[in-house]
């Protein structure tokens, strides 16, 4: 059996016998086991229940620190919330109740739930639901990562965010439509030897989609099928 008491030692005279876990001194102290979000296996890890949301991250990678740095989105979501929400492509309408009112020439409406139950010069009656989200079989939530970039072309180019699916599989686009009960990751990596600051947001739920009415495309950005 090898001794490593001698090399243990060495490391804590030349860096100090306490572990520094701040980012930038990982690799020098050889904590690199310490990083939170170094490896896709343990990632960071953020919750989401309420649509639409985005998440956003302003850090550095690099030099000195972890080269790889993943996030895990957990999503189950069970409510919206006071943003407009976009539903099979139509942006849904705010209802509020009151006294009728004239404004600009026109006036309020009148909603009667009874009335106009059929179709009527190809108008449809309107479908009003009260408790938010539709309820589809296989619902869709669309995923957009969004890289804001720090303004330095020198620095953005050697930076690359992607987005991973819950196989942790590179997903080849910056968008994808993901069951509203599922997760996905997003990895930050350092294509260069130098420390790598990053402004990073990812939009979630801007869509509300069933997904037997995607279209061709929107199914090309779905990674699971029902």
């Known amino acids: 059996m090898h001794d490593v008491t001698p090399k243990i030692r060495d490391i ?31 990632p960071e890890v953020s919750s989401l229940t309420t649509i639409p949301f985005t998440f956003n991250w302003q850090d550095s990678v690099g030099l000195f620190g972890v080269e790889n740095y993943f996030v895990k989105i957990d999503m189950s979501i069970i409510d919206q919330g006071n943003n407009i929400l976009v539903v099979d492509g139509y942006a849904e309408a705010v209802i509020t109740e009151g006294p009728a009112t004239e404004i600009n020439t ?34 869709r939530v669309s995923v957009e990562l969004i890289n804001n970039k720090t303004g330095n072309q020198y620095i953005d180019r050697d930076l690359d965010v992607r987005l991973y699916t819950k196989d942790r599989q590179e997903w080849a686009y910056d968008k994808m439509y993901i069951d509203k009960d ?34 061709t495309d929107q199914r090309r950005l779905t990674p699971q099928v029902p």
Do not use: M
């Open 12 to 42: 804590h005279r030349i860096y100090g016998s306490s572990d520094n876990t701040a980012p930038a001194g990982l690799s020098s102290s050889r904590s690199l086991n310490y990083a939170n979000g170094a490896s896709i296996q343990k």
């Open 106 to 139: 026109y006036q309020s409406a009148v909603i009667d739930e009874d009335r106009d139950l059929t179709t009527v010069n190809t108008y449809e009656p309107a479908k009003i639901t009260y408790d938010g989200l539709p309820n589809y079989a296989s619902p």
């Open 182 to 215: 599922d997760f996905f990751y997003i990895g930050f990596h350092a294509r260069n030897t130098r420390r790598l600051p990053y402004n990073v947001s990812c939009r979630i739920g801007d869509e509300y989609l069933n997904f037997y009415t995607l279209t």
